[in-house]
């Protein structure tokens, strides 16, 4: 499993809010691991590697100013997005995911998205394209940016203090974390298998 716990010791702060700021507002951040690397923070911070304070106020301001990033290229690209090739770090089956999130939660997507990987990169440029206002979506993304920027590093934190030798299970608990974070996108993915298997003509007959 890759080392957390010695990445974030290298990166620091900075190096944090950049992870997450990348994975909220940067097309290419999809693949970076923010859910187990805030919870991992959090940890550390119980341990005196990092104030919590600070680094909360860095996770919750990069989830936010990140997300808004997400936002205004949306509007500046428009529609384009859907019609962008494949390529390394771009994927048009990424963008149907998140446009399906969308489409089933609709403005509360920007808070629910924060806790699914990869649909949370997509999510802030969908509602860029479309026609939510920016007030509207800075509401949602504040909300958003606390329950996830604040909560995990808090949720490392906390059971770092009240967890006797939590450093034995760090690996199952980053492990589990994980596992929670993609098993909706797995899950997603089995019900459109599903319906499409039970559908093959796609007709709605």
Same mark, same amino acid.
Request: cysteine-free; glycine content about 12%; proline content about 5%.
């Given at each position: 499993?890759?080392?957390?716990?010695?990445?974030? &010791?290298?990166?620091?702060?900075?190096?944090?809010?950049?992870?997450?700021?990348? +994975?909220?507002?940067?097309?290419? %951040?999809?693949?970076?691991?923010?859910?187990?690397?805030?919870?991992?923070?959090?940890? #550390?911070?119980?341990?005196?590697?990092?104030?919590?304070?600070?680094?909360?106020?860095?996770?919750?301001?990069?989830?936010?100013?990140?997300?808004?990033?997400?936002?205004?290229?949306?509007?500046?690209?428009?529609?384009?997005?859907?019609?962008?090739?494949?390529? #390394?770090?771009?994927?048009?089956?990424?963008?149907?995911?998140? +446009?399906?999130?969308?489409?089933?939660? %609709?403005?509360?997507?920007?808070?629910?998205?924060?806790?699914?990987?990869?649909?949370?990169?997509?999510?802030?440029?969908?509602?860029?394209?479309?026609?939510?206002?920016?007030?509207?979506?800075?509401?949602?993304?504040?909300?958003?940016?606390?329950?996830?920027?604040? %909560?995990?590093?808090?949720? %490392?934190?906390?059971?770092?203090?009240?967890?006797?030798?939590?450093?034995?299970?760090? #690996?199952?608990?980053?492990?589990?974390?994980?596992?929670?974070?993609?098993?909706?996108?797995?899950?997603?993915?089995?019900?459109?298998?599903?319906? &499409?298997?039970?559908?093959?003509?796609?007709?709605?007959?």
């Amino acid at each position: 499993m890759f080392d957390l716990v010695s990445f974030i &010791k290298t990166i620091g702060y900075l190096g944090v809010f950049g992870v997450v700021f990348a +994975e909220s507002g940067l097309l290419v %951040g999809f693949f970076l691991p923010g859910d187990s690397l805030l919870f991992t923070a959090g940890f #550390l911070a119980s341990r005196h590697f990092l104030d919590i304070y600070l680094l909360m106020g860095l996770t919750f301001l990069g989830a936010v100013i990140g997300d808004s990033t997400g936002y205004w290229f949306g509007k500046k690209v428009g529609p384009k997005i859907f019609t962008k090739e494949d390529s #390394l770090f771009f994927r048009k089956e990424n963008v149907q995911k998140a +446009e399906a999130f969308f489409r089933k939660y %609709g403005s509360k997507t920007i808070i629910l998205a924060r806790f699914v990987p990869v649909v949370r990169t997509f999510v802030p440029v969908l509602a860029g394209v479309g026609t939510m206002p920016y007030r509207q979506f800075l509401i949602y993304n504040l909300i958003g940016g606390a329950l996830w920027g604040i %909560g995990l590093p808090l949720s %490392g934190y906390y059971l770092g203090n009240v967890i006797p030798n939590i450093d034995r299970y760090l #690996l199952p608990i980053i492990a589990l974390i994980i596992f929670l974070s993609i098993s909706p996108s797995f899950f997603h993915l089995w019900k459109n298998r599903k319906a &499409k298997s039970s559908n093959p003509s796609g007709s709605d007959n």
